[in-house]
Nanobody
Framework: QVQLVESGGGLVQAGGSLRLSCAAS????????MGWFRQAPGKEREVVAA????????YYADSVKGRFILSRDNAKNAVLLQMNSLEPEDTAVYYC?????????????????WGQGTQVTVSS
């Protein structure tokens, strides 16, 4: 299994930017699909974005398309989520996840390894 640790969360004003990082350790040689999910208070966990092993294919939720950019650096065992034009609705705990057989529209159940989460708060 792979261990994941997120960083980069914080408080930002609407319209601002944050970059989340996810560092992987353990079985990093496995060809994981990496994803970011978020969960706001009282809401279900939802997918934000996902990227395949080679970085050639990405998925973005409609709510973040055109604002968020997901990338990965396998040499550094890292995944980066650049979040621009942040909105108060983006406020949530953001989780990094790793999985193998991930559906076209990624689901939380597709991912077997999870980080502890990092809080993102966007003020209006």
């Amino acid at each position: 299994q792979v261990q994941l640790v997120e960083s980069g969360g914080g408080l930002v004003q609407a319209g601002g930017s944050l970059r989340l990082s996810c560092a992987a350790s353990g079985r990093t040689s496995d060809r994981y699909v990496m994803g970011w999910f978020r969960q706001a208070p009282g809401k279900e966990r939802e997918v934000v974005a996902a990227i395949n092993w080679s970085g050639t294919s990405t998925y973005y939720a409609d709510s973040v398309k055109g604002r968020f950019i997901l990338s990965r650096d396998n040499a550094k065992n890292a995944v980066l989520l650049q979040m621009n034009s942040l909105e108060p609705e983006d406020t949530a705990v953001y989780y990094c996840a790793a999985g193998f057989l991930v559906r076209t529209v990624p689901q939380a159940s597709d991912f077997g390894s999870w980080g502890q989460g990092t809080q993102v708060t966007v003020s209006s």
